[in-house]
């Protein structure tokens, strides 16, 4: 379970500080405390509960083994998301979005295994034998995908969930991401449509000093869902193998049911034998034309 949250450290954050009202998305409303000079103030409380929620939810994707992605290009968030991801060991896009990230992620993936490959050839050497043209024309091609690929290089499969800062700045990422249907987790201001993201994070998403808290509070939870399931996975591990060196108990030895012993007595012998005179045994032929008399009737 996720840590809880102090609004009081949300207070010191900035975290309750919206747009100018002018600017508001009316869906923000159930969020929004009040209006102080022209700004719209929102309710912390709120902030609070709503960030518990996602926390939770992160943990247990996270514990899932599915990863998150980390998507956030403007200036004041790359530097904390890159960091925090990493913290969290999680991919993440701090450049410009790559269109079809998710929607074609066979295409991008096919960029990732490039570059792949020109590592490879300058471990074998094969990158030597080009010519100097070429080889300045491959470091550029690598530079290139590193600077837009590189976080995302160990995701070889779609994400289980994103996580978005401002969600009006990336709503490619939100399209592609609802028609695939990954649930999106985001911190969205006051300027921004809280029904496109299904864990909603009512916050400031310009300072980098709210940014950095609710992005740090993100990655921990993840961190502790990560570390749930390493420690499900060795208590099995120790299971097993508790169970291998354990001696298996010989299989119990079936009771055979015992002979039944002749009686001795002379009267039961003698009661045997007019048993025996009583029971008259039909013969094949007799059988036949008893059943046969019987279909007649």
């Known amino acids: 379970m996720a840590n809880k949250v102090e609004v009081k450290e949300l207070l010191d954050a900035g975290v309750h500080f919206g747009h100018l009202t002018r600017r508001w998305n009316p869906n923000m409303a159930p969020y929004i405390y009040m209006e102080r000079n022209g700004i719209h103030i929102i309710n ?18 996270a514990a899932s083994g599915r990863k998150i992605l980390f998507v956030a290009t403007k200036k004041q968030a790359k530097e904390i998301v890159a960091e925090q991801a990493e913290k969290a060991n999680m991919p993440y896009i701090t450049e410009r979005w790559p269109g079809g990230m998710l929607t074609n992620f066979v295409t991008i993936r096919r960029a990732v295994k490039k570059m792949a490959s020109i590592d490879r050839m300058k471990k074998d050497g094969t990158f030597n034998t080009l010519s100097k043209k070429e080889r300045l024309q491959v470091d550029r091609l690598r530079a290139k995908l590193e600077k837009n690929l590189g976080s995302i ?19 490619i990422a939100i399209k592609e991401a609802q028609k695939l249907n990954i649930p999106i987790f ?36 993840i ?23 354990e001696p298996k108990a010989p299989k119990a030895a079936v009771k055979q049911p015992e002979a039944e012993v002749p009686s001795k007595d002379a009267e039961d012998k003698k009661a045997m034998q007019e048993a025996k005179k009583d029971v008259k045994l039909e013969s094949k032929k007799e059988t036949l034309d008893k059943a046969s008399s019987n279909e007649e009737e």
């Open 223 to 245: 961190v502790d869902g990560l570390s749930e399931r390493k420690a499900s996975k060795e208590s099995k591990k120790e299971k097993a193998e508790v169970e291998e060196k």
């Open 153 to 171: 290089s160990d995701m070889s499969r779609l994400p289980g969930a994103l996580f978005v800062v401002d969600i009006t700045r990336e709503h």
């Open 44 to 61: 912390l409380y709120k902030s609070a509960a709503k960030m518990q929620e996602a926390g939770d939810a992160l943990a247990k994707i």
């Open 186 to 221: 985001a911190m969205v201001d006051t300027n921004s449509d809280p029904r496109e993201v299904e864990y909603v994070i009512p916050s400031n998403d310009d300072a980098s000093k709210s940014i950095n808290k609710v992005v740090s509070y993100v990655a921990d939870s």
